[in-house]
């Protein structure tokens, strides 16, 4: 499936869950949440949501306030009998896509400022979520979240990213830590302490617990 099919898919399914979406309102709520596990430009949203209506998935209404014309897209039938089908097909694995841990595994080729600023870069990423997740726990908490009814679902959502944002703030706090450390280390110092890395990050695998470690 192409990627963007199953951004189609994401725009379509919020479709099915409240009527009415304004192109804006769509892209409001990719922002809030999905923006960090399923991000996508704002101009290709526009075109998904086209692609939409011209593959009779969703249907559309141009309406004027003033001058400005505004398009509001809803579901359709065969868009529900579409949404039904990719629920039950398998879905892709998951992927993580990271450039500051590109650089990092590259590191031998940087000067350590950059490599610092890579760090500091997953560590803003991780803010970013927190920062979010703070405002739309505060709404649940406080009954007032847009989709308030789905709260059995998005509950896993922000588990799996307030997860995510944490092991992110750890493991900057570990590199640091351990580039700091590599200033004052000779080669053989770094591969012996690389090597500790290794196997401190692997009992955190937590082997024989029922899930797959690496070997």
Known sequence: MRRTA????????LLALRPSWSTWEITQQ???????FWPRAESRIYDEARALVDRGLASSSVTHTG??????YNITAAGRRHLKKWHATQPRPTTLECEPVLRILLG???????????VAQVRRDALDIIAVGRVVAAEYAAGTAPFQDDVAYRSLVFDFLSSHATAMLDWADRADIALSEM???????????????????AARLQVGNGHDAWT
């Open 6 to 13: 199953t951004t189609g898919n994401a725009i379509l399914g």
């Open 67 to 72: 001058r400005r014309p505004k398009t509001t």
């Open 30 to 36: 990719l922002r809030r949440n999905m923006r960090f």
């Open 183 to 201: 200033s004052s280390q000779s080669t053989e110092e770094a591969v012996v302490a690389g090597q500790r890395r290794v196997a401190a990050a």
């Open 108 to 118: 031998r080729l940087a000067e350590p400022e950059s490599l610092f600023e890579s």
